[in-house]
């Protein structure tokens, strides 16, 4: 077996900048990888393709993106006559820790993990951009965790630049025990309050492109967050009860349904992540929710 870690991912600042004639959506946004992961182990001395994972919902067929990954992968290797391509035999285990549905891109980062993984078995025989196109027929957010780090995006997500070094946080990551659909969550966007917000896109531009450490706490948002509260009440709800527990601003990441909170001292987020399990707990919440404390450098705890 080879093992490799599949991280998630937060969304620092993402706004929505247009609908597009495919009814696809146009975005600018940073997003960093986190320590917070999946473990996938790989097979490749069998027959086939096979996904293997308990975590409750994951399919294990051709509706996995992992699969769907993996035989693109080979369907590739055929076209650029690599025999071995013909045998189609790797075994995928998944073991999760990345809750679905939770827009911290899970899927996709398993999905990219596959292609990264195989191309590494394959003496590294297509390069990291061939891999992103790759990963763009089969999802928005794989070709950024194929580049990994932190990086802009922009267009679906096809479109990425690497971002300047960011300033270390601990976070504070909270999943409510469910998920938001992606695709209800754009459908519900009003573009019309999307516009009115203030941001500059060159000026954001420029500060990524600094050499200097960004500071990110300063330009946490999310133009969807709107769209999922007003979609899905439970979200408002947690999203209040953090601020009530916290006395700190929470953000929703992706389209959620994971919120998170930035803290720059260990002891402050640390207890941030006692009070808020102990308050849930008093509570007799969703028992499926998750709490994290995890970072963008350092390891993580989990409840």
């Known amino acids: ?53 308990s975590y409750p919902g994951v399919p294990e067929d051709e509706s996995n993106l992992a699969f769907r990954a993996a035989g693109l992968f080979f ?63 089969l999802g928005a957010d794989i070709p950024f965790f194929i580049q990994g780090g932190q990086a802009l995006a922009q267009g679906t997500g096809e479109k990425l630049e690497a971002c300047c070094p960011i300033l270390p946080y601990h976070i504070l990551l909270v999943y409510p025990g469910f998920s938001a659909s992606t695709a209800a969550v754009y459908k519900n966007v009003d573009l019309t309050l999307t516009k009115n917000r203030k ?30 509260c007003s979609l899905y009440p439970e979200l408002k709800s947690v999203k209040k009860k953090m601020t009530e527990f916290l006395h700190e601003k929470n953000f929703m990441t992706g389209s959620g349904s994971s919120f998170f909170v930035l803290y720059s001292d260990y002891a402050e987020a640390e207890y941030a992540f006692k009070s808020v399990s102990n308050q849930w707990k008093k509570l007799g919440m969703t028992p499926n929710r998750s709490i994290f404390l995890t970072s963008f450098a350092e390891g993580e705890k989990h409840l």
């Open 199 to 228: 941001f500059n896109n060159n000026d954001l531009l420029n500060i990524c492109r600094s050499d200097r450490a960004l500071n990110i706490k300063g330009y946490l948002h999310n133009d969807l967050e709107f769209a999922a």
């Open 75 to 137: 369907d590739r290797l055929l076209f650029h006559g690599v025999n071995k391509g013909k045998d189609r035999g790797v075994g995928i285990k998944i073991k999760k820790r990345i809750p679905l549905g939770g827009g911290l891109g899970g899927g996709s980062s398993n999905a990219a993990c596959v292609l990264k993984a195989m191309n590494k078995w394959y003496d590294d025989f297509f390069s990291d951009s061939y891999l992103m196109e790759m990963g763009h027929e």
């Open 1 to 53: 077996m080879i093992k490799f870690c599949s991280p998630a991912k937060i969304n620092i600042f993402l706004y929505v900048t247009a609908k597009r004639d495919d009814g696809f959506h146009d975005l600018f946004t940073l997003m960093a990888e986190i320590k917070l992961c999946d473990h996938l182990e790989f097979d490749f001395n069998q027959k086939g393709i096979s996904v293997e994972c």
